[in-house]
């Protein structure tokens, strides 16, 4: 047999505590002792049933055989016998017990005082004094509750030793309710044991006493596998037992340690002449027992005594019997904590926000203190801020994504835009070069670096933001203001400028999400709390960021060099777009920058009004390659319809700009005896080709 594994136990340190963890686990070791003692109590009849019936003998040793081998489907919530050995111990009795279904029933008496005696004693000592501090842990529960509800319902004004006795009850009660615990709890971890040698030891007697007295039995019985196996058995169960005194003494040092330990744990409000510990002033998460106030009809009160606790920047209490919390307050920048006397009771304080406010009731003043600065804190730091507008995860990565994509995709097929990194494990495609028509596997590449410096002001650098267009179609200067058509179309947001900071992929909403958090994060690190106010134009062409006072422009990106925009999946007024970046002409590769914005409005109407632009720079864009291609068209019409002259030997050649043809050449190194006529190119192509009309009606410059 395997040595024991360890197994699970109740921890001793929180039985002071009461938490709804605690109670939770208590509980499922108080059902595991009840199946525990269902199953004991079945193997006692059964092995009484031995004793008693002796012309069922064959019968009982069956019906044992199969009760032995059901110990496995057992499903304990506390499961301490991990490797199985104690279910794969009973399931190798088992197979012996079938065995002996033929022997005597002589063995009753032996069987007995091996077997039946083990068990009854187990039931009448450990199930029992397990019920009895059962018992005892429930009522110092109900007596502590009621001496800390007495102790809350003084007032200011009661007498001195009226709150002097109250208090010294409540010591008193949690002090009996501590120890009650400890040994209740210290009781349960020992049984897992008992509960090995239990089931182990009647087992293990049954088998020795029948062979001792059966001689019939010694084939079968004196094997040595079988010697071997009930050696092992033994050396388990000796070891099981060594293990378990081991275990009384440490729990037993350790109780005394906890004890010592505790003792101003005791006191609701420690007396004057102990020292009591100050306040921590750095947390911000808190739990722990407080009275909450209930009002009803607006008039009416009432005091409730719930579990509270901080999560996710919400204030949540968990009532008694209630097996989840419920909210009681969200924090956010706006929360206000004060003490207060509501009730003209001691140890009050009120969480207020903007829309509702929270009056609760500690103990003491420590734990007073301790929960509102962490209720300071975290509201200090913006707590859990929801926008009441909730739009779905699909449309946060921008509307009109797909005209941007379609957009960038047009721009690479002309080489104005690099191709596109893909991050491991995304979505995003891969934009491929039109002229090859190939796709090639995309590298992996981590989204951020680990050491990406943050940028909190708008600069000018290659590294971070983007570098100002100097040869743009519109007048563009830093500093200056940028001339736009004035029958294009704009749309203005409000905007605080937050940070930026390099990526290295061009897209994927998580990619935003996590640099937000990450300047956000540094921003609260650095105590950065001052942002800059500008003004967001978004036209078919570009995005401006300006002074809002003197329209001084700070910042702006050409459109087809913003890759990918999105707005936060829960702080919907955070936006954040990345930019493409190409150093000296896209010879050293490109990089990619992540802005981020705080928004007056919600980040999905910028992203809106960028789909827009995206949607009509896209159908620019084809109207542009759209009039390149009829251009193309009309110039090679006009190169054969003149090929087709009777008196042109050699086809013309067009100018290098594309505007012109040279019909009769003054090319490099010749002598012209004329100078060339040149003819200029049709604004609009012809339908159809037009062949040459009749000599005598050619237009001069045809003639020549």
């Known amino acids: 047999m395997a040595s024991p594994v360890t197994f699970d136990k109740l921890p001793l340190e929180n039985a002071l505590d009461d938490s709804p963890q605690i109670r939770t686990l208590v509980g499922l070791f108080a059902a595991d002792s009840q199946a525990l003692r269902d199953y004991v109590t079945s193997l006692h009849q059964l092995s009484s049933k031995l004793v008693a019936a002796h012309n069922q003998l064959t019968s009982a040793y069956q019906d044992?055989?199969?009760?032995?081998?059901?110990?496995?489907?057992?499903?304990?919530?506390?499961?301490?016998?991990?490797?199985?050995?104690?279910?794969?111990?009973?399931?190798?009795?088992?197979?012996?017990?079938?065995?002996?279904?033929?022997?005597?029933?002589?063995?009753?008496?032996?069987?007995a005082d091996g077997s039946v005696y083990p068990l009854s004693r187990f039931i009448d000592t450990e199930l029992y004094e397990m019920d009895n501090k059962a018992s005892q842990h429930q009522t110092a529960g109900l007596d502590m509750e009621k001496a800390i509800s007495r102790y809350s319902r003084c007032r200011r004004k009661d007498p001195e030793m009226e709150r002097r006795e109250a208090n010294e009850e409540v010591y008193v009660t949690r002090k009996k309710f501590h120890q009650t615990a400890l040994n209740y709890y210290a009781?349960?971890?020992?049984?897992?044991?008992?509960?090995?040698?239990?089931?182990?030891?009647?087992?293990?007697?049954?088998?020795?006493?029948?062979?001792?007295?059966?001689?019939?039995?010694?084939?079968?019985?004196?094997?040595?596998?079988?010697?071997?196996?009930?050696?092992?058995?033994?050396?388990?169960?000796?070891?099981?037992?060594?293990?378990?005194?081991?275990?009384?003494?440490?729990?037993?040092?350790?109780?005394?340690?906890?004890?010592?330990?505790?003792?101003?744990?005791?006191?609701?409000?420690?007396?004057?002449?102990?020292?009591?510990?100050?306040?921590?002033?750095?947390?911000?998460?808190?739990?722990g027992y407080l009275n909450v106030q209930k009002k009803y009809m607006g008039v009416m009160s009432s005091w409730e005594r719930q579990y509270v606790f901080v999560e996710g920047g919400n204030?949540?209490?968990?009532?008694?019997?209630?097996?989840?919390?419920?909210?009681?307050?969200?924090?956010?920048?706006?929360?206000?904590?004060?003490?207060?006397?509501?009730?003209?009771?001691?140890?009050?304080?009120?969480?207020?926000?903007?829309?509702?406010?929270?009056?609760?009731?500690?103990?003491n003043d420590r734990e007073r203190d301790e929960w509102m600065l962490t209720i300071h804190n975290l509201g200090k730091d913006g707590g859990y801020i929801k926008d009441e507008k909730v739009v779905p995860p699909s449309l946060l990565s921008g509307v009109g994504q797909f005209f941007a994509d379609k957009f960038h995709a047009a721009s690479a097929a002309i080489g104005s835009t690099p191709p596109t990194p893909t991050l491991a494990g995304s979505t995003a495609t891969t934009t491929s070069t039109a002229s090859t028509g190939a796709t090639s596997s995309p590298p992996e590449v981590v989204a951020i670096p680990p050491?990406?410096?943050?940028?909190?002001?708008?600069?000018?650098?290659?590294?971070?933001?983007?570098?100002?267009?100097?040869?743009?179609?519109?007048?563009?200067?830093?500093?200056?203001?940028?001339?736009?058509?004035?029958?294009?179309?704009?749309?203005?947001?409000?905007?605080?400028?937050?940070?930026?900071?390099?990526?290295?992929?061009?897209?994927?909403?998580?990619?935003?999400?996590e640099v937000m958090r990450r300047i956000l994060a540094a921003r609260a690190i650095h105590n950065l709390f001052s942002t800059t106010e500008l003004k967001l134009c978004i036209t078919n062409t570009h995005l401006?960021?300006?002074?809002?006072?003197?329209?001084?422009?700070?910042?702006?990106?050409?459109?087809?060099?913003?890759?990918?925009?999105?707005?936060?999946?829960?702080?919907?007024?955070?936006?954040?777009?990345?930019?493409?970046?190409?150093?000296?002409?896209?010879?050293?590769?490109?990089?990619?920058?992540?802005?981020?914005?705080?928004?007056?409005?919600s980040g999905t109407d910028v992203c809106s009004a960028l789909g827009v632009a995206a949607k009509a720079a896209y159908e620019q864009l084809l109207e542009k390659k759209t009039f390149e291609k009829k251009r193309k068209q009309e110039t090679k019409l006009l190169l054969a319809n003149i090929a087709q002259l009777p008196d042109i030997s050699d086809p013309p050649k067009v100018s290098s700009d594309g505007q012109f043809l040279i019909l009769d050449g003054d090319l490099p190194g010749e002598s012209p005896t004329h100078s060339p006529p040149v003819v200029p190119r049709l604004p609009q192509p012809a339908p159809t080709p037009r062949f040459p009309p009749p000599a005598e009606e050619e237009h001069p410059e045809s003639e020549a």
């Open 64 to 111: 044992l055989a199969k009760h032995l081998k059901a110990y496995k489907n057992i499903k304990f919530s506390v499961d301490n016998d991990k490797g199985e050995a104690v279910a794969e111990t009973l399931e190798k009795f088992a197979s012996h017990i079938s065995e002996m279904s033929s022997w005597e029933h002589i063995v009753a008496t032996q069987i």
């Open 544 to 601: 401006v960021l300006a002074d809002p006072a003197s329209s001084a422009v700070r910042l702006q990106h050409s459109l087809k060099e913003i890759a990918y925009w999105a707005a936060h999946t829960e702080n919907h007024k955070l936006v954040g777009y990345i930019v493409r970046q190409s150093d000296n002409n896209g010879v050293e590769g490109t990089k990619y920058s992540c802005f981020v914005y705080e928004a007056d409005v």
């Open 187 to 287: 009781k349960m971890n020992q049984l897992q044991y008992s509960h090995k040698i239990a089931l182990l030891e009647p087992v293990l007697g049954l088998l020795v006493a029948t062979r001792a007295h059966y001689n019939m039995g010694h084939d079968t019985l004196s094997v040595p596998k079988l010697e071997d196996f009930l050696s092992n058995v033994s050396v388990s169960a000796k070891s099981i037992h060594d293990d378990q005194m081991k275990e009384r003494n440490d729990t037993l040092e350790l109780i005394d340690s906890i004890i010592t330990q505790s003792q101003l744990m005791y006191y609701a409000q420690p007396p004057a002449d102990i020292a009591a510990l100050p306040p921590d002033t750095t947390l911000t998460t808190k739990s």
């Open 451 to 513: 050491d990406a410096p943050i940028v909190f002001d708008l600069l000018t650098s290659n590294e971070e933001t983007f570098t100002l267009d100097m040869n743009s179609e519109n007048d563009e200067s830093a500093g200056g203001d940028v001339v736009l058509k004035e029958d294009e179309p704009r749309t203005f947001f409000g905007v605080r400028f937050l940070g930026s900071m390099g990526v290295n992929v061009d897209r994927g909403q998580s990619v935003v999400c």
């Open 315 to 363: 204030l949540m209490g968990v009532a008694k019997g209630e097996p989840v919390g419920s909210l009681l307050l969200e924090i956010d920048s706006s929360t206000v904590v004060h003490a207060t006397d509501t009730d003209d009771r001691l140890h009050v304080f009120q969480v207020a926000t903007s829309k509702k406010y929270v009056t609760l009731q500690a103990l």
